[in-house]
Nanobody, 111 residues
Framework: QVQLVESGGGLVQPGGSLRLSCVASGSGFSINRLGWYRQAPGKQRELVAGFTLGGSPRYGNSVKGRFTISRENAKNTVHLQMNSLKPDDTAVYYC?????WGQGTQVTVSS
């Protein structure tokens, strides 16, 4: 079973940046299966970023060009660098691995 712990959320002004991190632990783990989702109030959970089967990054349409996912294999850690943040990016961000979810971290973009 995989355990996921997120960190790095907070309050930021429009145009600002934040970096989220997700540390995974467990056996039989494949870091390429880690991804980020988000859920805003009243909306469905949506994919933010993850990796293809080949290990290439993939992004939700609304964050392409602004967010970057990266990984530190030795630390079982995936990061999400979020730039040019907009109020519409406000949501709880979740790390995901198959059926496992982290506890979520709040990102609020507001002036």
């Amino acid at each position: 079973q995989v355990q996921l712990v997120e960190s790095g959320g907070g309050l930021v002004q429009p145009g600002g940046s934040l970096r989220l991190s997700c540390v995974a632990s467990g056996s039989g783990f494949s870091i390429n299966r880690l991804g980020w989702y988000r859920q805003a109030p009243g909306k469905q959970r949506e994919l933010v970023a993850g990796f293809t089967l080949g290990g290439s990054p993939r992004y939700g349409n609304s964050v392409k060009g602004r967010f970057t996912i990266s990984r530190e294999n030795a630390k079982n850690t995936v990061h999400l660098q979020m730039n040019s943040l907009k109020p519409d990016d406000t949501a709880v961000y979740y790390c995901n691995y198959g059926t496992a979810w982290g506890q979520g971290t709040q990102v609020t973009v507001s002036s």
